[in-house]
């Protein structure tokens, strides 16, 4: 029969003015330089899978993004999310970016770039130059630029040497090798801001000298760069001798009488075509040989800011302050090739601009597609299949970050090509759906809101401040769905706290007690504890706890105190922290009005790697004995795999394990169960691990996980029963108590649904209603109308409803087949129960999907039946950003 339809009150909270930071870069590793003599070739045949992206905001945070397909070949409807988020100093600001390959001989043997072979560079339009740890989270080094504001950042196709444009006028070439950071040399100086650099392709040794030692195996010296080409600030462009430091030309560009143009973006192709986008919107592409212009467009009303190549460099994009993406293709002609440099022969042709798309809403800063473009000489040009769309990444002031399939219509004419967004069947970049890759409120897509149930106060961090809302209480009248507010009049809500911090880096995370007298938040190196009063008004009053940093020093041995996570247990008795720099989880005793808090234990299973047997976890370990000298035990002989398939990834032998070393990773997601006695950790490693807070001891493990945790929550009706949402939209049932997963969730685990698997934005967080419980009675447990066992899941624009102990049935969630109705069955005593419509409801009322709220910020119940859904509209925000430009082409006067 028909389920009863239940209804939920909700508080639909838009006053929360959580403002997201502009994008100003983005960058993709790049693709390792191949083999001259052929002893280590590039993977021309097959697609070099999607690697990972690093997204600058105007905030000063660096987004480290993932690709959630599980091969290259797979479609990921989510595309990329992010899995760590590098907090920037406050105040800051990320104006470029650049990848380099650690080792660029171990990056060649790698499918995808690693994240622990590359480095990661960025400028803040300061005058230094800052390489962050990437698995520690923070800043490694920096380096004066000793000639004023970088301006721009680019690396040589080798990752051998980064060149910095600087203020000065003067290029300066720093030194990546051994892993370390040192002024190289400095090309000769120009009375001009050095605003962009592309470095020209290189040259092969064999061909540059013919005296090479053809023995050699040192395949890192293969190639030897030869020029690189600047766009400057006094309108022109110009090409530097790489050997020599000195500018061989100068390439002048149109200019207004009495106004220089800004060279605002330049790119090599790998023909040594040289393209420049400036300050009066045109795009030109120039000889590199005769440093002569071929062509010249006026693709843009306004500034061109930046461009990238395609691929295999037979196409060009470019954007800037119109919001415009135009699209340059190369066509050829039937005339021969007339290059007086044979290395560098290619047929010749004309560029033509083929397409054009508005994407963004306000100016566009940055832009990058992968595969990336690595100027080579056609003669060892990479030859990338043609059946998987490249894909075009833009971001600007509008805080989104868009994803486009960018086939080309020439690559449809041999057979299908697939979209790897899953957008449309189209994947040309003309055709093609784009979309928008929701933004985080939070570090690694965790949510910057917070909620305190019992005091019903609402909790936001910024970038230095900290925000509490109280939410009115609702009179049950009639029905008992009418809201009637007790505080806040019309509204239904008050602003009670408004807090500026003192801060060294962009707060991290925040979290508040459930009875609303404590707030904690964190930047990357020291954490604040707050007792909040209430006054006569209403208002709260904070009072910072000045010992709290020293007991945690005191205790933790560290010169930094910061937290990657925070939480408190439901009776607000306990604080639970881990640790930025250490990934140590540590269970604080917050005491009464005359103690002190303290530190009660500190677990570090988060540091252990000796739980790793080819980068899964062991089942059965035995892990060294932590610091408090308890017996850490990795997990129980009866754990099972979430998939069968998986049984064989988890070895026996442990004589392929690494040895027991510190490793450094960041929790992302802390969740206690409802009744204080679990808490369940998980970091970036995907490593997931369950403590029990009765006896405050290690308890067990979870093995890991093809994708990262992104909702992680236990059910209040089973509060041994832990739920989590991964970054692919697939789900995973585990019982703590019985150290397994059970039997009852593998038909709802194995069987979730195709649609909501292809849902465009990844699940964010999950919440069970706190009125459902087993013995309340039913679907009507303690005032909830939700049954038992029924979980919400959330991203950043929907809520689905899940009911954990339901079967899925034959097309649940999938749209009705029309043209295919089945005749309606009787029963023992001849009677029709369910009609076609009927059979409809029961196929369908599970997984059953809400998408008219977005986007979201939080989701959570604050009472039994009371649903809180914080939302923060694009379109409120953009409104708060100067005017887009804007320049009419009908009636202007």
Known sequence: MAETPSTLAVHRCRFVDFAPSAVTALAFPPLPLPSVKGKRTAKNQGFPGFGPLVVGRASGNIELCEWTGSSPRSQA???????????????????????????PRRASEEEVPSWSNLRLFSAAGGNELVEWDMEKGCIKRTLPSQGGPIWSLSSNPASTILALGCEDGAVRLVSLLYDELNHLR?????????????????????????????????????????????????????????????????????????????????????????????????????????????????????????????????????????????????????????????????????WVQSCSRRLHSHDVRALAIWPPHTPLPPSHQRQFPTDIAPVLVSGGLDMSVVVTPAALPTATLSGKVMNPLSTSTQATFEDAYHRRLAY???????????????????????????????????????DGLDLDLERGQDRGWERVLDMELNVNTNLVTGAISDDGKWIAVSDWYETKLFQLLEEQNGDLKPRRMRDFSATLQSSLSEAFTGASSLTFTPDSSKLVLATSSSAVVVIIDLGSEDNVPHVLRKFEQHRVRDSFVKGRLVKGRQAPAAMNGDVVEMGSDNEETPAADDADSFGEDSDDAEESTLVHTTVTRIAVSSDGQWLATSDDLRRTYVFNLDTIQHHGTLPTFPQPVHALSFDPSAPSTLVLGFADNRLEIYDVEARQFPRWARSLVNGVPQRFRHLHDPVLGVTFDPGSRVDGGGADGEGSPLPPKTALFWGATWICKVMLTERIGYGGFEKRRRGKRKAPEANANGQVEVSVEGQQEVQQRNFKLVTHYRPLLFVDFVAPGELVVVERPLVDVLAKLPPAYFKPKYGAT
């Open 77 to 103: 409807p989510q595309a990329w999310v992010v899995r760590k988020t590098l907090s920037g100093p406050y105040p800051s600001k990320v104006e470029s970016l650049a990848l380099t390959f650690r080792s």
């Open 186 to 350: 400095r090309l000769d100086r120009v009375k001009s801001r050095i605003l962009s650099i592309a470095w020209g392709p290189p040259t092969p040794r064999q061909t540059k000298a013919q005296t090479a030692n053809a023995d050699s195996d040192d395949d890192d010296d293969d190639w030897s760069d030869s020029w690189l080409v600047t766009g400057c600030s006094d309108s022109s462009l110009r090409k530097w001798d790489f050997l020599t430091g000195r500018a061989l030309e100068r390439m002048g560009t149109d200019k207004i009488r009495g106004e220089r143009t800004l060279v605002w973006a330049v790119g090599v192709l790998g023909d040594g075509t040289i393209v420049s986008g400036d300050s009066m919107g045109t795009v030109k592409f120039w000889d590199s040989i005769t440093c002569t212009q071929l062509q010249s467009f006026q693709g843009h009303a306004a500034d061109v800011l930046c461009l990238i190549v395609g691929p295999d460099g037979t196409v060009v994009y470019t954007s800037g302050v119109d919001q415009k993406v135009a699209q340059y293709s190369y066509v050829k002609t039937s005339h021969s090739s007339t290059s007086p440099s044979p290395l560098f022969a290619r047929a010749t042709g004309r």
């Open 440 to 478: 985080s409120s939070g570090a690694a897509s965790a949510s910057a809101v917070h909620l305190a149930r019992k005091s019903r106060l609402v909790l936001c961090t910024k970038d230095a401040s900290v925000t509490v809302w109280r939410v009115g209480k609702r009179k049950p009248r009639g």
